[in-house]
């Protein structure tokens, strides 16, 4: 029995020398990384390693000095880089972070408690769309702008896909969180046009068919928030039908009683008005405009000409007091290329200041 025991002790005793020892040697990592043929790495100290840790990190909080840093950021191009840097970290006890946009509020794809490693999948951005079956398989590391503009181009402009507004956003982080933008109110959210994706579990195992016959994941991946579930390293997506005619119209409106009565007033309208209307609000605080009240951009898009959506808007919420020149006519990449609501909003706040 004593025998026994001091086994277990040494054993143990083993099992912790061995991890911690290979959680604090970067070269261990970086060994195993070379041993494995994963060659696109940077380590804390190297050239590159600033550009790449910064490159897609939207909240520069993370950037300051007494965030944790990653000690290696490993940047796959296939699925199966992503599997064996995980396994190389997963011998050493290395923590995970994933990153494909990098704009989670939190810095939850680029920093960490424990000594960790960034695997950035920004060099996994292969769209392809099938316009007959209206599908798209993307790599996890696409963002919103490329998916946009890949579906928009080969489908002559008559598909598009439900997700958020800001062209640098990862589609992985985003569906993960649900994904919200000018098709919404139509379609939904973008986790609700997944039908399938690929995921490296937490053993390092590729599941190439996560939909239907693994109902807990899939379910978990369309909501339940990024960097938890194994690592995805693709997804297909439902596509959906877009008019040939959208208007786009962005207002300013400053005055805090203003827009106050303005967002009440669409809160009444909006659930009768039909789901091809999207309005969305972006506030700016008085320390941002630079006025001596508050400013907000509505911003939004009609299915139909610009006719048709006065029209509509005069009808239903005349006191936006929308005219012609707020408006912009044309297909959905003409209109909805993110760059509009960006440029028009960015412009009108600064001509504020
Ligand atoms: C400027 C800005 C504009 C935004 N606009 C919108 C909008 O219009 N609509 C909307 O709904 N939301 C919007 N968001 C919120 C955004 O959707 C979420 O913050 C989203 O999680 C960001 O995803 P990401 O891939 O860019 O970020 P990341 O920081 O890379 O990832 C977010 C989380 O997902 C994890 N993750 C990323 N990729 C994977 C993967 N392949 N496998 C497993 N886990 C992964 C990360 O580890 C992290 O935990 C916006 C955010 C910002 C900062």
């Known amino acids: 029995m004593r025998q026994f025991v001091l086994c277990i002790t040494i054993f143990c005793l083993l099992c912790t020398y061995t991890r911690i020892n290979a959680a604090t040697t970067v070269d261990s990592l970086v060994g195993c990384l070379r041993s494995k043929g994963v060659l696109n790495y940077t380590t804390s100290g190297s050239p590159f390693y600033s550009t790449a840790l910064d490159f897609s990190m939207q909240n520069l909080r993370f950037t300051e000095a007494g965030v944790p840093k990653p000690a290696v950021i490993i940047l796959p191009s296939t699925a199966q880089e992503v599997q064996k840097a995980w396994t190389c970290m997963l011998r050493g006890g290395w923590a995970l972070r994933v990153r494909n946009g990098g704009h989670s509020y939190e810095g939850l794809s680029s920093s ?7 695997i950035d999948l920004i060099n996994m951005h292969k769209i392809t769309v099938n316009v007959q079956k209206k599908t798209a398989w993307i790599e996890a590391g696409v963002r919103i702008g490329e ?13 598009g ?23 919404s109110r139509k379609y939904g959210v973008a986790a609700d046009r997944v039908l399938q994706a690929q995921v490296i579990d937490g053993n390092g195992k590729l599941i190439k068919r996560v939909s239907t016959s693994n109902p807990d994941l899939f ?23 877009l008019p ?6 962005s207002l300013w409106k400053t005055g805090k009683q203003v827009i106050t009565d303005l967002v009440y007033k669409w809160q009444t309208i909006a659930p009768k008005a039909p789901p091809e209307l999207f309005i969305a609000i972006y506030m700016a605080g008085i320390s941002y405009t630079g006025s001596p009240d508050m400013g907000a951009s509505f911003y939004g898009q009609y299915w139909g000409t610009i006719n048709e959506t006065l029209a509509l808007l ?3 919420y005349p006191e936006l007091g929308l005219s012609e020149s707020d408006c912009k006519q044309g297909n959905w990449m003409q209109v909805d290329s993110l760059v509009f609501y960006v440029l028009e909003i960015s412009n009108r706040m600064h001509s504020s200041l």
């Open 112 to 118: 960490a408690s424990a000594p960790f490693a960034i």
């Open 147 to 159: 998916l946009y503009h890949a579906i928009a181009s080969q489908s002559s402009n008559r598909l």
């Open 161 to 183: 896909f439900p997700a958020g507004t800001c062209s640098t956003v990862g589609m992985s982080g985003q569906i993960m969180g649900g994904g919200y933008g000018m098709l």
């Open 219 to 241: 379910w978990a991946l369309r909501g339940g928030g990024g960097g938890a579930w194994g690592i995805v390293v693709a997804w297909k997506l439902k596509l959906v039908d």
């Open 244 to 249: 040939e005619t959208i208007t786009t119209f």
């Open 314 to 316: 005069n009808k239903i």
